[in-house]
């Protein structure tokens, strides 16, 4: 089954202490992003993949960090978490991402995090 | 810069009426693209139905369409014959390039809450 998936769904952790949450997808997409979603925010992109090696900054990319050594996964890496990082992050890929109109993206079932 | 507005924060609809979801968007990019998600209360993203600035016929998907005036830049969601599984908020969302960039950039509005009421 094509499918997006994203390890831990639930994450409650404490101020400062590094986590990573895992994105992979096996639909050979090149594009990988990730989101975070706030009430009355709407979306945001964390930071987005082209291809491997290649990662750019999104919208709102402070906090956190990513790579992209397999076309598979893109995990997202929050070096030392504080209380504001409370979200509920979504990873999503795409064929071609930002190099078509067209493309359509898929999302992960998202990963919710409390920070303490 | 690219901008997506949905107007409506929470709609309310009878079971097996229609509704509308409105969107409208903002872009200087001749070629971009509309997408419409769907996320239920359980909270994953539902991709639903996508039209494309150069489509000339509004897209379809089932029970989904995508009433497009490009004149106006609007690109409202219809939902026929509603029924109670379409409660969920509903997400607007354009893929366009900045003014003078080369990468396509997904954008999404705010959202719709819509409950459907039996």
């Known amino acids: 089954e094509a499918q997006v998936t994203q390890n831990p769904r639930y994450l409650i952790t404490v101020t400062g202490k590094k986590l990573t949450v895992t994105c992979s997808q096996n639909m050979n997409h090149e594009y990988m992003s990730w989101y975070r979603q706030d009430p009355g925010l709407g979306l945001r992109q964390i930071y987005y993949?082209?291809?491997?090696?290649?990662?750019d900054k999104g919208d709102v990319p402070e906090g956190y960090k990513v790579s992209r050594k397999e076309k598979r996964n893109f995990p997202l890496i929050l070096e030392s978490p504080s209380p504001n990082q409370t979200s509920l992050y979504f990873c999503?890929?795409?064929?071609?991402?930002?190099?078509?109109?067209?493309?359509?993206?898929?999302f992960g079932p998202g990963t919710r995090l409390t920070v303490l | 810069a690219q901008k997506i507005t949905q107007t409506q924060p929470g709609m309310f609809v009878q079971e097996k009426e229609a509704v509308t979801l409105d969107c409208t968007y903002d872009?200087?990019?001749?070629?971009?693209?509309l997408f419409w998600y769907k996320q239920p209360s359980s909270g994953e993203m539902i991709f639903l139905i996508y039209?494309?600035?150069?489509?000339?016929q509004n897209a379809t998907e089932g029970r989904y369409s995508l009433n497009f005036q490009k004149a106006r830049k609007s690109a409202n969601l219809v939902i026929s014959a509603s029924q109670l599984g379409d409660s969920a908020m509903y997400f607007c969302a354009m893929r366009a390039r900045d003014s003078g960039g080369s990468n396509y950039k997904l954008t999404f509005g705010k959202g719709t809450l819509l409950t459907v009421n039996p």
């Open positions: 039209q494309g600035s150069y489509d000339q």
């Open positions: 993949s082209m291809n491997v090696e290649v990662t």
């Open positions: 872009t200087s990019d001749p070629s971009y693209g």
């Open positions: 999503a890929s795409s064929l071609r991402g930002a190099l078509s109109s067209t493309d359509t993206q898929y």
